[in-house]
């Protein structure tokens, strides 16, 4: 069966230095989407990005993050200079256009501490 | 999107009873999922109802949907160690991205 798949599964990196997360969709998807959770907390809403362009975004994805699609398989997210506050788990999730699609498929994260 | 509230927080029952997880929403919808997160996982799809349909199965999963109460259930029956996880429900309204909301969760322990 067809997965989203996440890479890396765990990253350490130093305070002010920029991660890309790699996240691999489902191959027939069109609609792709960022979410964290931190420690402890609820599952929080990033970006949507759809037809080459963010869709939709939270409050949380200021200019320190971006997202791009940077071939017909990838999709990333850019941190560009990490704060402490960024540490937590880094899910994407795809799904199908239209309606009558609205189920999200997953990946198993990337966990991001930052020191 | 908005969230969904679930109840209760925590609920803990003997493998082989029944589970029973309450969720409620504010505003009209046009579709409430349900999705499973084993801890610190991805999360899992569970099931989908839409607002035209008051009752959905799925293996040992049940869920219902009250529109007027703007209120769902999942129940599942049977349970099994392997379903300790969280449960988050998702009401969705509108069109757009489709934009998932996750309240806190009910989490669930099965002891063998």
């Known amino acids: 069966e067809p997965e989203v798949t996440q890479t890396p599964s765990h990253q350490v990196t130093q305070m002010g230095q920029e991660v890309i997360l790699r996240c691999v969709p489902i191959?027939?998807?069109?609609?792709f989407y960022w979410y964290r959770q931190i420690l402890g907390q609820k599952v929080e809403f990033l970006v949507s990005f759809y037809n080459n362009e963010i869709s939709e975004k939270s409050e949380i994805f200021d200019d320190q993050f971006s997202v791009e699609r940077p071939d017909g398989s990838n999709f990333t997210l850019k941190i560009r200079s990490t704060k402490l506050e960024d540490s937590a788990m880094y899910f994407c999730?795809?799904?199908?256009?239209?309606?009558?699609?609205?189920?999200?498929?997953f990946g198993p994260g990337t966990r991001l501490l930052v020191l | 999107s908005q969230q969904g509230e679930e109840d209760p927080q925590a609920l803990s029952i003997q493998e082989g009873e029944n589970a029973t997880m309450n969720c409620s929403y504010k505003t009209s919808i046009n579709n409430l999922q349900w999705y499973r997160q084993n801890s610190g996982r991805g999360l899992v799809h569970l099931i989908l109802?839409?607002?035209?349909?008051r009752e959905k199965h799925s293996g040992r999963l049940r869920v219902t949907l009250d529109t007027s109460k703007k209120s769902s259930s999942l129940l599942i029956t049977a349970s099994r160690a392997a379903d300790t996880a969280s449960y988050f429900c998702?009401?969705?309204?509108?069109?757009?991205?489709?934009?998932?909301?996750f309240g806190k969760g009910t989490k669930l322990s099965v002891i063998p």
């Open positions: 109802i839409r607002s035209n349909e």
């Open positions: 998702a009401p969705l309204s509108g069109a757009g991205s489709y934009q998932l909301t």
């Open positions: 191959s027939n998807h069109l609609y």
């Open positions: 999730a795809s799904r199908l256009q239209g309606r009558g699609q609205e189920t999200q498929y």
